[in-house]
């Protein structure tokens, strides 16, 4: 089993630069299998990019979402009570323009605290050619910045945001094997180019928040407590997949689940 060493070296880099990248989290014959899973998914419902909580209709998401590796590091910087708050297949076809602009994830989302960890663990190959995400470091440390909205219907983000003002030329690659994970704060200003290569480019981007966390835009919003305690009872409760075997009654929950988050995460009050 791939087990993570040097956790206070990740820790410290992640502190400095707003991120750290790659950690082998799994085997890449373990990734195979969750590629697999969830191209078999596919077959039934269609393309899987950018819809959200698949951790509820998916074992395979639960699973990589409560990865003993990840769970380790995400402890490092969040703390110990981690709740799970949502799980996104971010996929990019062969060839394909899509690309995601220049910005902050806690932006639009409604926390009241930044106890928040981006979690992006690569299903395929992702580097330059086909689509890897950029990072500027230390960019964590500034905190909010103006983001602008440039419609491009190849941007991936739901609220086409773009922060203009920052130093590009400090822009870093992270280029990630199949069953290794970038980890980036919530201040960190990051995108990604389109996909140039002849492969899907396939990430699993999975969001914790510490469990003191409030959600300020939506009283009702969701997520799963996947270690420690949850002595704050601030999110309702997700119920994890306990199978890939496909369900019509969950697939419908997740529905309504994606509803809600896309609704959050997209008005911007
Ligand atoms: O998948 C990508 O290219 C970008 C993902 C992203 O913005 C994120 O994980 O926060």
Not at 161 to 173: A, H, I, M, P, R
Not at 222 to 242: E, H, K, L, Q, S
Request: hydrophobic share 30%; with cysteine.
């Amino acid at each position: 089993m791939t087990q993570i060493n040097n956790l206070d070296k990740y820790k410290k880099k992640y502190d400095e630069n707003g991120f750290v990248s790659p950690i082998r989290i799994i085997s890449s014959e373990e990734t195979k299998k969750h590629r697999a899973t969830l191209e078999n998914t596919e077959k039934v419902l269609g393309n899987m990019h950018y819809q959200s909580k698949i951790h509820t209709i998916l074992k395979s998401a639960y699973e990589l979402a409560t990865n003993k590796n990840i769970l380790d590091m995400v402890e490092k910087v969040i703390g110990p009570n981690i709740l799970l708050h949502n799980t996104t297949y971010i996929i990019k076809e062969p060839q394909s323009p899509t690309f995601v602009s220049w910005h902050q994830d806690l932006t639009y989302w409604g926390f009241s605290h930044d106890d928040q960890i981006s979690v992006w663990l690569a299903l395929s190959s992702a580097d330059e050619i086909s689509g890897a995400m950029y990072m500027i470091p230390g960019s964590h440390l500034e905190g909010k910045k103006e983001h602008k909205t440039i419609e491009d219907e190849n941007n991936v983000l739901f609220q086409s945001q773009w922060v203009q003002e920052f130093d590009e030329s400090k822009k870093t690659l992270c280029s990630l094997k199949a069953g290794e994970a970038s980890f980036h704060h919530g201040w960190t200003i990051h995108s990604s180019m389109p996909n140039k290569s002849n492969d899907r480019r396939i990430g699993f981007n999975i969001q914790y928040l510490a469990t003191h966390v409030k959600q300020l835009k939506n009283n009702t919003d969701t997520a799963i407590c996947v270690r420690g305690v949850d002595n704050y009872n601030n999110f309702g409760i997700d119920m994890p997949a306990d199978s890939d075997d496909l369900n019509s009654a969950t697939i419908a929950k997740q529905k309504k689940l994606q509803e809600k988050y896309k609704s959050i995460v997209s008005s911007r009050n």
